[in-house]
Nanobody, 120 residues
Framework: QLQFVESGGGLVQPGGSLRLSCVYSGRTPDHYVIGWFRRDPGKEPEVVSCISNSGDNANYRESVKGRFTISRDNDKNTVYLQMNSLKPEDTSVYLC?????????????WGKGTLVTVSA
């Protein structure tokens, strides 16, 4: 089992920035993908961005390309999401999650999330 502590969410004006952090602990698989997802009320989680074990490969949903950057620090068991040029439609609960193989809405382990609200 893995445990996650997500932080960095909050209220920000359109055009502003936030940096989300997710510290994870427990027994991690030898190789795994970790990512950030968003979950809106009544909906399944959606991929925002995932990054490979080595940190060499990352992918992003189309709507955040060029604005969000994912990174990880394996020594600190932490994954980050730098969110710039935020828009009201970015408002959501953001969760981090881990999977042994793939980045998808069916990840093996999930955090509880941190709320991001983009509003004037």
């Amino acid at each position: 089992q893995l445990q996650f502590v997500e932080s960095g969410g909050g209220l920000v004006q359109p055009g502003g920035s936030l940096r989300l952090s997710c510290v994870y602990s427990g027994r991690t698989p030898d190789h795994y993908v970790i990512g950030w997802f968003r979950r809106d009320p009544g909906k399944e989680p959606e991929v925002v961005s995932c990054i490979s074990n080595s940190g060499d490969n990352a992918n992003y949903r189309e709507s955040v390309k060029g604005r969000f950057t994912i990174s990880r620090d394996n020594d600190k068991n932490t994954v980050y999401l730098q969110m710039n040029s935020l828009k009201p439609e970015d408002t959501s609960v953001y969760l981090c999650a881990v999977d042994r193989y793939y980045c998808s809405a069916a990840m093996d382990y999930w955090g509880k999330g941190t709320l991001v609200t983009v509003s004037a």
